[in-house]
């Protein structure tokens, strides 16, 4: 069954932090990851990645997948408290068609 | 910025009626989907459309039906809304094509079924 592991569930910090949240996967023909931020309601996207080892860069925000072992890593450098959100992580996969599996998400909040 | 909208934005309803969440974009994109996501949980994808004429069963177990009559249009409906369809739906559209894309999301309709 394809799957979709987030961790840690939930992480608070204080501002200037650096985090580092995680995600696993096991999907059968894997095309793409990908990370959003969900404030209150709608997720918006952030990185898509496809190729092991390329890391993806915009702001404090940073991501790289690692194909071979099945995970991929997203960075938040120097946080502020607008960064606190749920960062969801999701995998393409062709199986039949193609599907998104999210995973549970990670909740951050940043301290004052 | 994503032009993807959902209505209504909060509905409660009784048990045993009928009801359609709308979803419409204006981005010209093939691909839409629908997504339940309790509280403090994951999304779970429930129907997906790669087009006109197109609809798939996501991995959730759903009661509900959709239609894609036409590009911008994806409704979502219950014929026999029940306390356990209590949740958030988000509607979600993306570029077509073989290629993989990110997703836009709506802004989500939270249903109460008492």
């Known amino acids: 069954e394809d799957k979709v592991v987030q961790s840690p569930l939930s992480l608070v910090v204080h501002e200037g932090d650096t985090v580092t949240l995680n995600c696993s996967y096991e999907?059968?023909?894997?095309?793409?990851l990908l990370w959003y931020k969900q404030e209150k309601k709608a997720p918006t996207f952030l990185f898509m990645l496809?190729?092991?080892?390329i890391e993806k860069k915009s702001g404090r925000l940073s991501s790289i997948l690692d194909k071979k072992e099945l995970f991929s890593i997203l960075n938040i450098t120097a946080t502020q408290t607008g960064d606190s959100a749920v960062y969801l992580c999701a995998v393409e996969a062709r199986t039949g068609g193609f599907k998104t599996i999210f995973g549970a998400g990670t909740r951050l909040f940043v301290k004052a | 910025e994503a032009d993807i909208y959902q209505t209504p934005r909060y509905l409660v309803i009784g048990t045993g009626k009928k009801i359609t969440l709308e979803c419409s974009q204006t981005m010209g994109h093939d691909k839409m989907y629908w997504y339940q996501q309790d509280p403090g949980m994951e999304l779970h994808l429930i129907h997906y459309?790669?087009?006109?004429?197109?609809?798939e069963k996501g991995d959730l177990s759903s009661e509900s039906t959709v239609s894609r009559i036409r590009t911008e249009h994806f409704p979502l409906t219950l014929e026999s809304a029940r306390p356990s369809h209590t949740s958030q739906y988000l509607c979600?559209?993306?570029?077509?094509?073989?290629?993989?894309?990110?997703?836009?999301f709506g802004p989500g309709t939270r249903l109460t079924v008492t």
């Open positions: 979600a559209s993306g570029r077509g094509g073989a290629g993989s894309y990110e997703q836009y």
């Open positions: 459309s790669y087009g006109v004429n197109s609809t």
């Open positions: 496809t190729s092991s080892g």
């Open positions: 999907v059968t023909n894997f095309r793409s």
